[in-house]
T-cell receptor, first 111, second 111 residues
Framework: NAGVTQTPKFRVLKTGQSMTLLCAQD?????MYWYRQDPGMGLRLIHY???????AKGEVPDGYNVSRLKKQNFLLGLESAAPSQTSVYFC??????????FGDGTRLSIL | TQLLEQSPQFLSIQEGENLTVYCNSS?????LQWYRQEPGEGPVLLVT?????EVKKLKRLTFQFGDARKDSSLHITAAQPGDTGLYLC???????????FGQGTTLQVKP
């Protein structure tokens, strides 16, 4: 039962470096989401996708880009990492009007 | 901007005590979801409430959706150490499944 798989699980970057976080789901879900979780702030939506080839901005999109070239994959990119982007990143997927299924997160530190 | 205020943010109680967590908003949600999150893992759905005034029970956990669908509560009866974790409420905006999360309640139940 893979569900939603996020890679990598941990990463340390230097300010200005770039990286891509990968999310893969094996449930054939239509919708996918990227969140960040910071202490005392719950989860905040960065970007989301309602289908292959489509993406949209969430609550906190600045500094991030996404792509959904395949239905099962949703990529989150940081072009020039900043210390403010130190966070735990969660990917989720769902069918329309159904609960979201979350991955186990990527812990990202920007030095 | 839709907000969901969750309280309290921290709760430390003895085994056997009762507790209530609240989520309040000025916005109406199409549904409200409660998640539980363990350290190092993603949130896991506990329950979804959809109808105003709805009450759902999950063993010792009782979830209620306000009549106006703007607020919700989670009541735990006779808390156990196994209930320890982070509890998150999330309101469904009804727009492509986007969720607004509360800040979370960290619950510690001492034996």
């Amino acid at each position: 039962n893979a569900g939603v798989t996020q890679t990598p699980k941990f990463r340390v970057l230097k300010t200005g470096q770039s990286m891509t976080l990968l999310c893969a789901q094996d449930m054939n879900h239509e919708y996918m989401y990227w969140y960040r979780q910071d202490p005392g702030m719950g989860l905040r939506l960065i970007h989301y996708s309602v289908g292959e080839g489509t993406t949209a901005k969430g609550e906190v999109p600045d500094g991030y880009n996404v792509s959904r070239l395949k239905k099962q994959n949703f990529l989150l990119g940081l072009e020039s990492a900043a210390p403010s982007q130190t966070s735990v990143y969660f990917c989720a997927s769902s069918e329309p009007n159904q609960p979201q299924h979350f991955g186990d997160g990527t812990r990202l530190s920007i030095l | 901007t839709q907000l969901l205020e969750q309280s309290p943010q921290f709760l430390s109680i003895q085994e056997g005590e009762n507790l209530t967590v609240y989520c309040n908003s000025s916005s109406v949600f199409s549904s409200l979801q409660w998640y539980r999150q363990e350290p190092g893992e993603g949130p896991v759905l506990l329950v979804t409430v959809v109808t105003g005034g709805e009450v759902k029970k999950l063993k010792r956990l009782t979830f209620q959706f306000g009549d106006a669908r703007k607020d919700s509560s989670l009541h735990i009866t006779a808390a156990q150490p196994g209930d320890t974790g982070l509890y998150l409420c999330a309101g469904d905006t009804g727009n492509t499944g986007k969720l607004i999360f509360g800040q979370g309640t960290t619950l510690q139940v001492k034996p």
